[in-house]
Each structure stands twice: as C-alpha cells, then as structure tokens.
C-alpha cells in the first residue's frame, strides 16, 4: 500500500527481494538527506490520510534512527509511524501524592485522568495524568516539563521538585486496518518504548484540564489502583498506561515475588525492543 501511494514519476518506497525475502526500503531516488526522505515520506502519509487510512493526524513528528540515541534518518508523522513498523517514544508519569495517615502510616495516592471524548484514540478511557510521545528535537526532560504543563498545568517548579525517572517499559502489537469499499485489509505494527517517571506532587496541588485533551482529574487509592487492574473493571484504562501503572506497583512492593507470574510479568514489561 505505501508502494502504491507513492507518485508515479518518483517512487518513494520499493519492494526489494534480496536474501530471498520481499523488504520494503526508501528508494534512492528519494534523497540522501534526513529533509529529503522526511519530505518524500511525508507526501506519501499525506496521500494515505486523504484516502481515508491515517486518522488522527497530530502535526508531531517523530524521529526514525536505528536507536533512540541515534541522529534521525528521518522524521515521520506521529499518526503514520505504525505503517513503517518504526519504534515510537514516549513519556509516562505516575502522578503520585504522600501522606501520613492518622495512625502515622504512610499513604500514597495517584491522580488519574480521563481522555477527552473526542480524542480519535480511546476517547473516555481513563489515562495517567501526564503521558506523551516523544517528539523530534526535544530532550526527554524538555518533553516531561512541557506535557506536565500542557496537560495538567503542573509548572516547570513543581516538576522538576518532584520527578524521578524509574526506567521504562516496551512493548509490540499488530492492528489490522480496514481499507475503505474493500475486503481488504492492512497490517500495522506499533513498536513503543516508553519511558516511565514518578512525580510526586504536593498534597494541596489540583491539576488543571489545559489543552482539552482530558475531560477531568481525580484520585485513586493504590487499592482502586490494583482493583484497576482486573480483567472486568467497569472501567479500563488506556491499554499503554498498564504496564507503567504495573512497574510502579512491582518497585513500591505492592505486587509481591510470591504472586504466581511475578516473574513472567517482569519479562513481559520489557518484551518489546529496547533501543
């Protein structure tokens, strides 16, 4: 489907059947320059989501290197990174509160919020209180500020006073979409790895709704936390904030080694590509 979006008089993608296998590449004659091929990819996404293919434009490009570190060879649409199988970044916070109990105990809570009903992806699921995909031309830290403010108008102050990175988690999955007026239907391969952060937020902050993403905020105990987490909870959470939501729980001891699976959960957080 790429090969036949691309314009006729400079094809963009090729079919090339070395080692004995059919792989899709840029054609050469697209460019050697990370403008270039990002320029020559992007007329051909531009074609898909005309035809009704690509939904949920976001105007956000994202870098496509063989790892995270590298330079980009070139930058995608957001919406279009599944139709290259390319790995995709992103930032995920746990927005967490303590306090003291009183009877002295410890208590953590967490803030959650609830997707806006228009988003084009899983609108009205319940999502954590800051997540975003990581952009091209920005460092990670920049991105975790930026989308604090922007979705729940924590300042740069707040942030910085109460975040920590805590590693991440990876994953793959396969969609296949429809196309329009036919049988046929397309595969797509999202590849994610997502970088998780604990923000630790003072008991008297409120998020603000900022950009319109999210509908409202509200508070979890961790025991409404881990009831989230069975399979016929009234109301499911965004599929990407379980794993981060579950790595929090297995550092803070809330899911304990003895659990049968314990050790199939660690491996499976980190069954996608990391790099």
């Known amino acids: 489907r790429l090969c036949d979006a691309s ?5 963009v993608f090729e079919i090339s059947s070395s080692s004995n296998k059919e792989v899709l590449i840029l054609s050469e004659r697209v460019g ?7 320029d020559a990819v992007m007329e051909v ?3 898909l989501r005309q035809d009704g293919m690509i939904t949920g434009w976001r105007d956000e490009l994202l870098p496509l290197a063989e790892r995270f570190y590298d330079e980009p060879i070139l930058l995608v649409e957001r919406a279009a990174a599944p139709f290259l199988g390319m790995q995709q970044y992103g930032v995920h ?5 303590q306090s003291v109990k009183p009877d002295g105990q410890q208590d953590v809570t967490m803030w959650m919020a609830r997707r806006s009903a228009t988003k084009s992806k899983y609108p009205g699921m319940l999502d954590h209180i800051v997540a975003g995909g990581q952009p091209a031309g920005l460092g990670l830290m920049e991105n975790v500020i930026k989308e604090c403010m922007e979705e729940a108008g924590i300042s740069e102050s707040i942030t910085k006073a109460g975040i920590k990175a805590t590693g991440g988690i990876s994953y ?11 049988e046929k239907s397309n595969c797509v391969i999202s590849r994610s790895m997502l970088f998780c952060y604990d923000l630790y937020l003072p008991e008297d902050f409120e998020p603000k709704v900022i950009d319109g993403e999210v509908d409202n905020f509200f508070v979890w105990s961790l025991d409404e936390v881990m009831d989230s987490m069975k399979p016929d ?9 379980y794993p981060c939501i579950i790595d929090f729980l297995l550092r803070d001891g809330h899911i304990s080694p003895e659990v049968p699976g314990y050790l199939d959960i660690l491996r499976e957080l980190r069954g996608g590509y990391c790099g």
């Open 172 to 182: 793959e999955t396969i969609e296949h979409i429809p196309e329009a007026d036919s």
């Open 45 to 47: 996404m531009t074609k």
């Open 93 to 97: 916070i746990n927005g967490l509160v």
């Open 32 to 38: 050697h320059t990370c403008q270039a091929r990002s």
């Open 233 to 241: 909870f009234h109301d499911p959470i965004k599929p990407n904030c």
């Open 7 to 11: 314009p006729e008089s400079k094809p």
